[in-house]
């Protein structure tokens, strides 16, 4: 199971007073050297977190991989043909939100991701699609010409053990196998800490997980190096 470390609110801290520290090409650089196999940073729309330079500056140093995060604009496509990261990631983005809520509606917006997507794909990046687990979305992943989907475990993270929780975790599995039958590369995250990780790392199809705020969280309290390794001896248990 490889973790990816999405590094969005170590830049949410610095933009906090406009300043300059934590630098999140410096976390990105200490996250590698602790076995982090994977960057993802999600550029938004109006740039609450992180900006246009470390995007730049994150695709001179990431060794591993480096993840756009970004929704399906003509800006972001932009942006991303330019920088050429190793894989974008289309999200769906609202202005109020704190956090994406949800999973792309690919069903909806088919038509208009195909052609999106073929762009990205002539610039030789790989395109993921985060997606809910939900059987028909991510068949709709798979007609609009991704190879990769990732599923959102938020629901499922909001909830403590219990039946309802239990039952989320089936709804996911049962998604991940689905799109694994479709021939699709699995990962998942949103939510996923500590605590709540280990029944997702368990699931076979899965082969990579996105993981940010309960890391940066951690990092504030044991620094960037420790709570990366802690997170990666935790998925070496599943």
């Known amino acids: 199971m490889r973790l990816a470390l999405n590094i969005d609110h170590f830049a949410t801290l610095r933009q906090a007073r406009r300043g300059d520290e934590p630098d999140p090409v410096l976390v990105a650089l200490l996250a590698e050297q602790a ?27 990431v060794k591993t991989k480096l993840n756009m995060e970004m929704a399906a604009t003509p800006e972001m496509k932009r942006i991303a043909m330019e920088i050429l990261p190793d894989v974008v990631s289309l999200v769906p983005e609202k202005p109020e939100e704190l956090t994406t809520e949800g999973g792309l509606n690919v069903a909806a917006a088919l038509d208009a991701l195909i052609p999106f997507i073929a762009d990205l794909h002539r610039a030789k990046i790989k395109v993921s699609i985060f997606v809910d687990p939900d059987v028909r979305q991510i068949g709709c992943c798979r007609e609009a010409g991704v190879s990769l989907v990732e599923i959102n475990t938020g629901k499922y993270a909001d909830q403590k ?54 890391i940066v969280a951690r990092a504030a309290v044991v620094g960037v190096e420790r709570a990366v390794t802690e997170m990666i001896a935790l998925l070496e248990r599943r």
């Open 161 to 214: 053990p219990g039946p309802v929780r239990a039952e989320l975790l089936g709804v996911i599995k049962e998604a991940a196998a689905f799109g694994r039958s479709l021939g699709l590369e699995i990962h998942a995250g949103h939510g996923l800490d500590y605590r709540n990780v280990l029944p997702i790392a368990a699931i076979p199809e899965i082969s990579e997980l996105s993981i940010g705020y309960s």
């Open 35 to 61: 076995g982090a196999e994977g960057i993802v940073v999600h550029l938004r729309g109006d740039r609450r977190h992180i900006q246009d330079r470390d995007i730049r500056l994150l695709r001179q140093v």
